[in-house]
């Protein structure tokens, strides 16, 4: 049996390829999807991608992650930096989260700088545009094997 990974995008992430290309690249949610479950599958790993705008739903994959996977790569997006309930459930949870944002959060706007949810993740993965997805894959491979 493949060990399983979740991919959590949060809000706005499905407007990907549209939304301000220029800071977020032109790549859309499909697309890094297709590129996730394709070097998970290179890694022995079966992935399983959702996104939601909603942060309550976050909250609960999180703590449904904890029994049904062995690692979780997390994009919480504006919720980095304003959701205690998020970080919350990140502590709460014994399995790796590795935190990704396509963008670099300290050179953007000041109350982009600091992430609620970074101390209590196992690492972050910030400024690679969807290449840092592929990275945030190979890191949990790595942490779970």
Known sequence: MKASLLVIH???L???GSREPEIYGTSTLP????????RAS?????????????????VDLLQKAEH??????LN??????TSIAIRDAIAAI?????????????KREPFRHTSLTAPVCTGMISGFGAHGYLLAVEAA???IK
């Open 14 to 16: 499905n407007l990907l």
């Open 141 to 143: 491979a790595l942490l």
């Open 42 to 58: 290179q890694l022995g790993l079966d992935v399983h991608c959702v996104q939601t705008n909603h942060e309550g739903k976050i």
């Open 76 to 81: 919480p997006a504006a919720y980095t930096h």
């Open 31 to 38: 697309l890094i999807n297709e590129q996730i479950s394709k």
């Open 94 to 106: 014994s399995i790796p989260v590795i935190e990704i944002h396509l963008s670099q959060i300290s």
């Open 10 to 12: 949060g809000p706005n």
């Open 68 to 73: 049904d996977c062995k690692a979780v790569i």
